[in-house]
């Protein structure tokens, strides 16, 4: 069938985005270099070439060459607006498409390293609009979704047509698989509906034929569709069935009552995915040819690779003995619930709670390391669920029920009811989940018991070892549950939350120095009665001014004047932050600018240092961001990068908020040479110290500028004199100071004012 013939419509429209240019526009030099890093092991679809095989996962797509065995990734970073991949093909002129589970389809063009994003499904109204399977017949793509067929130009990107009733069947049926035999065959839930021979207007009903279990098809759930033998075999979720004339025959009875999941025919074989087994056929015997463990999706055949097996896992290169994965290097989830880097620049990551927790797993210098039962030992289960760096750069990770480890770079500790006195949930106390760290100014760790049989929430180890228990008494003797978000103030104050329904809100405890003395310990309890915006509690964190920022369902309360602490409270001076009225906080994080990053469900926030100026907002619209309910935020202060983790993945970027230098060394300024007049180029410079002044000046001395660095390492000059006018080109001088006009350090920068 020629489908250029057929009537043009539903041409609807087309988004090209180049992502990395759309924030370089919006942001500027603010905020540059954003990365996305996702799992790419739960693959769905595959699509081999003569190069390799391309893969469509749950964290975007790959590619991996046999060749020399490298791997390219993508994600929305490379311009892509997909991100849970369901589909992939390759078109005839060598671009890779990509479906998604949310309707979107990205092309790729390997030759250009661009990528245009087709958004018609997924700004449809439609409820149901994943991407099935992807299909090429001459210069057409065949999209099978959720509610039925579209035909897409595979040079223009533009719609043909869309076909959402087949003869008998109701309107808007999900079609599995398509299959092009000279007519389209779809394969749908409700069977198979096949294109009349000379039908040309395929939106018209009466243009299909259907075949049911009525026909003889094993099931109506219909999977897949292959020619083998030059008969047409369908899998269903209940079996095999071969197309003889009107009517279907179940086949190979061996898998009655069974689902396939796919088919496929390569070297006079055909293949048959069901349940976790490969089963070789050739016509006449049927023997096994690969079984599992894991789940295995869909196949595929590469002249270089062999039988392949999209997984769970990555991909499954099934004739080699042992069998090969395949999958590029990267975190053990997409989950990243709690973060931190650590004192060198590592990120470290906790992974989730029950059955979603991968373990805890580590990235440095461009490699990620996963930590979990199978590769260490030591670890009781892989549920860890909150991170925490001490000074000491030791990371602590709880476990949702079997305590918490101690990581150094030469070991790992379990901490639980078994070595330690530390007591479970009431109706467990073998279950001992541990739900936060902090440290004080002894280096004592502090660690917050989740849900205390025994009621002592706080629990404390010091640095030789020894181990002291806190009832608090403002938890007024109950058995509370749900404790989360410790902190330990410039004072040694502990502050945690409980949205237990007996006693919700936030609560503090000082055992004023004195570890066995209980008689001189505060305690106290803060509510909405007490000025918080919400009893349900869910981030808090403590800024460079030592006041302490505490996130609730609706909004941000500030409490300064954390000193003058007293069993009621009554001392604090509690604030709400206007700026973040209404919004749904799950982490804050500070950086070396006193600014607040803000988690929301809404993408990620950042206010000024006071928070009465909202500064940026970042989203999964107008950022890299890949999902916009923000689970956790981390900073490294000394490059000024910003982690944000989500349910689909973690993103990075680098801000110009960097920890200050303690002394001056030598300034780093750039773009050199300086660019100015056409556009908003700003000069940054590197390499201050906290609160410097610097000042712009002639080579013969003439002052043109003078202003004060944010705060941290890194300034920036627009490029004009204190009237507002651009400078002339020429080369300048810059000198910074620090504020007691001690130390002084100096640089140049040439100018070219166009």
């Known amino acids: 069938m020629n489908f250029k013939q057929m009537k043009l419509s539903n041409i609807r429209f087309l988004s090209i985005l180049f992502l990395s240019l759309f924030i370089q526009q919006l942001f500027g030099q603010q905020f540059t270099n954003f990365r996305n890093y996702t799992d790419m092991k739960h693959v769905s679809a595959l699509q081999t070439n003569s190069l ?134 779809a394969s749908t839930i409700s069977g198979i509906a096949v294109q ?97 463990s894991i789940n295995l999706n869909s196949l595929a055949f590469s002249s270089t690779l062999g039988l392949l097996a999209a997984s769970d896992v990555g991909i499954i290169q099934v004739y080699g003995s042992p069998a090969e994965i395949i999958f590029p290097n990267g975190p053990a989830a997409n989950q990243f619930p709690n973060i931190t880097v650590d004192k060198e620049g590592a990120f470290w990551s906790a992974s989730g709670r029950d059955v979603t927790g991968k373990g805890f797993y580590k990235f ?15 670890l009781p289960s892989n549920s860890y669920f909150v991170v925490y760096t001490a000074p000491d750069n030791t990371k602590y990770f709880g476990n949702w029920g079997r305590g918490f480890v101690k990581v150094t770079d030469k070991s790992i500790t379990n901490f639980d009811v078994n070595n330690t006195d530390l007591v479970g949930i009431e109706s467990d106390p073998s279950f001992l989940v541990i739900s936060g760290f902090g440290a004080d100014s002894k280096n004592n760790i ?13 629990n404390v180890i010091t640095p030789k070892g020894l181990w002291y ?63 918080l915006n919400s009893n349900s509690v869910s981030a808090i964190a403590l800024d460079k001014r030592g006041e302490l920022w505490v996130g609730t369902n609706f909004g941000v309360n500030v409490i300064s004047n954390l000193g003058s602490l007293s069993s009621s409270g009554s001392g604090l001076k509690i604030s709400s932050v206007f700026s ?43 950022s890299a961001l890949l999902s916009d309910v923000i689970r956790s935020v981390t900073i ?34 750039y773009p050199s040479p300086f660019i100015i007049g056409n556009g908003n180029n700003k000069l940054i410079i590197d390499g201050l110290v906290k609160d410097s002044n610097i000042k712009i000046l002639t080579i013969s001395g003439k002052l043109l500028k003078e202003f004060s660095s944010p705060g941290g390492r890194i300034a920036s000059w627009n490029g004009k004199d204190k009237n507002g006018d651009y400078v002339s080109s020429g080369v300048y001088i810059i000198v910074a100071f620090d504020k007691d006009g001690n130390n002084i350090t100096t640089g140049k920068v040439a100018v070219i004012r166009k």
């Open 364 to 378: 440095n210098k461009n490699k990620w390391t996963t930590f979990n039962k199978s590769n260490s030992p030591v």
């Open 446 to 458: 502090w660690v917050l018991n989740f849900w205390a049989a025994d009621r002592n929430v706080l």
């Open 580 to 622: 973040l009225r209404q919004q749904s906080i799950n982490s804050i994080a500070v950086d070396p600018l006193n600014r607040k990053w803000i988690g929301t469900n809404q993408g990620l926030l950042l206010v000024n240092s006071d928070g009465s100026k909202l500064l940026t907002t970042l989203n999964t619209t107008n």
């Open 469 to 531: 228990h806190f009832k608090v008494p403002s938890e007024l003797n109950l058995t509370l549950k749900f404790h989360f978000n410790l902190v330990v103030d410039q004072f040694n104050t502990k502050w945690y939350s409980s949205t237990d329904p007996k006693r919700s809100g936030l609560f503090f405890f000082n055992e004023n120095k004195t570890l066995t003395n209980t008689a001189d310990d505060v305690s106290g309890f803060i509510s909405t009665s007490s000025g």
């Open 52 to 185: 390799g095989v391309w893969a469509a996962s749950k964290g975007g797509g790959f590619f991996f060459n046999s060749s020399n065995s490298s791997y390219t990734t993508l994600h929305k970073t490379d311009g892509f607006n997909g991100i849970k991949l369901t589909a992939v093909t390759i078109d005839n002129s060598g671009k890779i498409w990509f479906g998604s589970e949310n309707g979107i389809i990205d092309v790729y063009n390997p030759g250009s390293n661009t990528t245009s994003s087709i958004l018609d499904i997924f700004n449809s109204g439609r409820s149901l609009k994943s991407i099935n399977q992807l299909s090429v017949t001459g210069d057409t793509i065949i999209v099978a979704s959720d509610f039925g067929i579209s035909l897409i130009d595979s040079k223009s990107l533009l719609f043909l047509d869309t076909f959402f009733k087949f003869g008998s069947f109701t309107s808007n049926i999900a079609v599995n698989s398509i299959f092009n035999n000279g007519l389209i065959y």
């Open 196 to 292: 009349k021979k000379g039908a040309v207007n395929l939106s018209a009903p009466e243009s299909w034929n259907v075949f049911t279990t009525a026909r003889g098809l094993p099931s109506n759930n219909v999977k897949k569709l292959v020619k083998f033998n030059s008969k047409l075999i369908a899998g269903t979720d209940k079996g095999l069935a071969l197309k003889n004339g009107a009517f279907w025959s179940k086949i190979l009875f061996q898998f009655n009552n069974k689902e396939i999941s796919d088919l496929l025919v390569a070297q006079d074989t055909l293949y048959i995915l069901s349940g976790n087994k490969i089963s070789a056929y050739d016509g006449t015997n049927l023997f096994t040819r690969f079984t599992s």
């Open 636 to 669: 490294n202060e000394n490059t000024g990068e910003v982690f944000a983790g989500t349910d689909n993945g973690l993103t990075s970027f680098i801000t110009t908020a960097v920890k200050p230098a303690a002394n001056f060394s030598e300034l780093f300024t």
